[in-house]
């Protein structure tokens, strides 16, 4: 697809999107015109019925996404970007389709929240983690400190916001920032196994799952109920569901088409 800037890339293959971060001279630093592709993308992306899964991946070998454009801090239209950087970050969870993040190298702050804001985190062993905000006087947006206690905890949260310094894969593994440590060379190949497990799975099933998650890690008095009522009783009145018990009688894998 043709996207607003090649700081950008979005590809697919047997049922994965994959949305990559182009930018490997400034290691995957996340600028105004990357954050507004990521919306063009994940539009193209959640209306593709070939695609059942997302892959949050950065190109080349030094990092996913070492941060924010710092170079952009000052730029001429701060409450432009602003509201695009918001948009970008609040869109990643807003997908009806499971989203992965393939980490390696760098994960820092503003990379970080992309994470996070992924529903399963896979990392290489090479891969490091923090959130500077400390070290350059700005406060970690509400929405990313809410995921990050959600993930760690309160106590290791602000630890981790509290001296900007960074983890390995193994810490931020015990911790539970991450799902799963793997070799370096083995990171796309455990990817793709897991991406197609979730393309076999029924589409509708993994959707209420998440927004039932989601909700219920909010404040009570935010949650959407009616939401989760709505993803249970389209699974409830769903071909997916007929077909599942009948594969089930049947003895054979279900064929899902996420109707």
């Not at 600028?31 to 949050?56: C, K, Q």
């Not at 952009?72 to 993040?101: L, M, T």
């Not at 923090?130 to 947006?141: F, T, V």
């Not at 206690?149 to 310094?165: C, D, H, N, R, Y």
Request: a neutral charge; one cysteine or more; proline letters at 3%.
């Amino acid at each position: 697809m043709k996207l607003s800037t090649d700081k950008m890339r979005a590809e697919k293959d047997n049922g994965i999107g994959w949305i990559i971060f182009n930018n490997p001279e400034k290691r995957n630093a996340l600028n105004h015109e990357m954050r507004v592709a990521v919306l063009e993308i994940f539009d193209a992306f959640d209306t593709d019925d070939d695609i059942r899964v997302i892959v949050l991946k950065g190109a080349g070998d030094k990092a996913f996404i070492s941060g924010a454009d710092i170079g952009q801090f000052d730029d001429a239209n701060p409450e432009i970007r602003e509201k695009v950087s918001q948009e970008a970050w609040g869109r990643y969870g807003k997908s009806r389709k499971p989203v992965i993040a393939m980490i390696h190298g760098f994960c820092l702050g503003g990379g970080l929240l992309v994470a996070l804001n992924a529903d399963l985190r896979i990392a290489s062993e090479d891969a490091q983690f923090g959130i500077p905000a400390a070290l350059l006087g700005i406060a970690y947006p509400y929405d990313g400190v809410q995921k990050l206690v959600a993930s760690v905890g309160p106590i290791k949260a602000k630890e981790i916001l509290f001296t900007g310094q960074r983890y390995s894969a193994a810490q931020a593994h015990a911790m539970g920032l991450i799902n799963e440590v793997v070799t370096t060379d083995n990171l796309e190949k455990r990817v793709r196994e897991i991406s197609a497990i979730l393309c076999r799975n029924a589409p509708l099933s993994m959707l209420a799952s998440k927004v039932l998650v989601d909700q219920i890690g909010l404040d009570e008095s935010v949650r959407n109920i009616n939401a989760c009522r709505a993803v249970a009783e389209a699974c409830a009145n769903s071909a997916d569901l007929a077909e599942g018990k009948l594969a089930f009688r049947e003895k054979r894998k279900p064929v899902f088409q996420g109707h």
